[in-house]
């Protein structure tokens, strides 16, 4: 399958943007649209792509922030989690909230996503989706099975987990859906974060502190 991956990590607090493509196709889908539209729809450009489609893991403000003005570059839909819409609506207070002013307004979706999976295609790339509560009420991950990848958003980090100290968090929620949901996905998964570096299920099932903790290790 001739299926690439891009990443940026743009805005406030260097979250991972990425860029799906489908070399065949030259159709791509972003995940995450954190920040900076134009960058963005350059990185496609550059590659040879047209962005035909916007995913959120979860509508938190540094994972939606170019939605509404990427979707306006593209054309391309946009689609989040239907606990998303309170969020999505209020992201122009979410900035005042961390005392980083008034945030643009988000893109409205095209499509709700629930939380029984689902699949979401462009071209040649197929994305199931996995309900992934815990950092928050409305996270989705998205998995690219046959690329054996994992767009984790904030669930769990190189070393780390999402925080769970914001509206709708929940610590245990968030290790049931991690040991429960991601870890049994394999331990050759590479998960694609939305914060740091790219890891894998295996490495973290052997080294992940919070993980190991929760397990009694």
């Known amino acids: 399958m001739s299926i690439k991956i891009l990443s940026a990590e743009l805005g406030f607090v260097a979250t991972n943007a ?6 065949a196709s030259k159709q791509a889908i972003v995940i995450d649209p954190v920040d900076d539209a134009p960058r963005l729809q350059q990185m496609a450009t550059d590659a040879g792509w047209q962005i035909g489609l916007i995913l959120a893991t979860h509508a938190h403000f540094d994972h939606i922030l170019a939605s509404k003005a990427l979707k306006e570059l593209t054309g391309a839909p946009f689609v989040a989690h239907r606990a998303s819409e309170p969020w999505l609506q209020a992201l122009p207070h979410q900035g005042q909230r961390f005392g980083l002013g008034q945030f643009p307004s988000a893109a409205q979706p095209d ?3 629930g939380d029984a999976p689902e699949t979401v295609t462009l071209g040649a790339v197929t994305l199931e989706t996995l309900y992934t509560p815990g950092h928050a009420p409305d996270h989705i991950a998205y998995f690219l099975r ?16 999402g925080r769970v100290d914001l ?9 049931t859906t991690i040991t429960e949901t991601i870890m ?3 331990d050759d998964v590479r998960l694609l974060t939305g914060h740091g570096r790219e890891t894998t299920i295996g490495r973290e099932r052997q080294s992940n502190p ?8």
């Open 111 to 113: 499509r709700w996503l």
């Open 210 to 217: 919070f993980i190991l903790d929760y397990l009694g290790k």
């Open 167 to 175: 509206p709708g968090g929940d610590y245990q929620q968030l290790m």
């Open 146 to 161: 046959d690329e054996k990848t994992l767009f984790s958003g904030d669930c769990i980090f190189e070393m780390g987990i």
């Open 18 to 23: 990425y860029i799906v493509g489908d070399e």
């Open 184 to 186: 049994p996905l394999g």
